[in-house]
């Protein structure tokens, strides 16, 4: 049976993320907000978390995980980040984006995309999340929550929690989200591009295909 935290969206009670962290490190899977939508998410040394996130989503087990990161220091430590990307990464973090880029060696291999050694990074801005990652000194490895069968991710914890308290070890009930996916861009040919249009400002990114 899952537990069930309430955390204030704003003024998140500290002993609540202290034990939401203290689920995360002992093995947990959870469901936590997002300034996109709802994800689930475990510790990045967690591949038996990782196999139960892709059981309940019905996930290929090499679909690409995102890691959730507090600051840009952080980010780095997990993708390679030059000058040019740091600025572009400066003007949009935190926020609704997902950036994929070359993986340094702190990111475990079954993470990796096999021909591309990329890796999938964000920083949202949601102060919840940003508690979390605070206390937890990681990064969360995490996924959008779009169950099977379901066309958009869930956004009501109520409804979640309904959903999912024998599948997830926490439900963590930071308020509404926005409902959407982030905007993902890829880093090629020395540029982003846009390979997924969610939230968030795209305009000023080129499209994947050149068009």
């Known amino acids: 049976m899952a537990q069930y935290f309430v955390i204030h969206p704003h003024n998140p009670q500290a002993r609540l993320v202290r034990a939401a962290v ?3 490190t002992k093995g947990g899977v959870i469901v936590y907000p997002t300034d996109s939508c709802y994800a689930l998410g475990c510790a990045l040394e967690n591949k038996a978390g990782r196999d139960r996130i892709c059981r309940l989503r019905e996930l290929d087990p ?3 995980f995102t890691l959730v990161c507090r600051d840009l220091s952080d980010l780095a430590t997990y993708a390679h980040v030059d000058n040019s990307v740091y600025r ?3 003007a949009h973090t935190p926020g609704p984006y997902t950036f ?3 993986a340094t060696g702190e ?3 079954r993470l990796l995309d096999p021909k591309r050694r990329t890796i999938g990074v964000r920083i949202p801005d949601h102060i919840v999340t940003q508690a979390l990652l605070a206390q937890l000194k990681a990064p969360l490895m ?3 929550l ?3 069968g379901d066309d958009a991710p869930l956004n009501d914890p109520v409804e979640i929690r309904a959903r999912l308290e024998h599948a997830v070890d926490l439900v963590i009930d930071g308020g509404p989200s926005p409902g959407d996916l982030t905007s993902v861009l890829v880093w090629e040919d020395r540029e982003f591009r846009v390979h997924r ?3 968030g400002d795209t305009s000023m990114f080129a499209p994947r295909d050149g068009g």
């Open 197 to 199: 249009a969610g939230m």
């Open 88 to 90: 572009i990464l400066r």
């Open 142 to 144: 995490s996924v959008s």
């Open 107 to 109: 990111v475990p291999r």
């Open 22 to 24: 203290d689920i995360v």
């Open 146 to 148: 779009i169950l099977p």
């Open 100 to 102: 994929v880029l070359p």
């Open 62 to 64: 090499k679909h690409p």
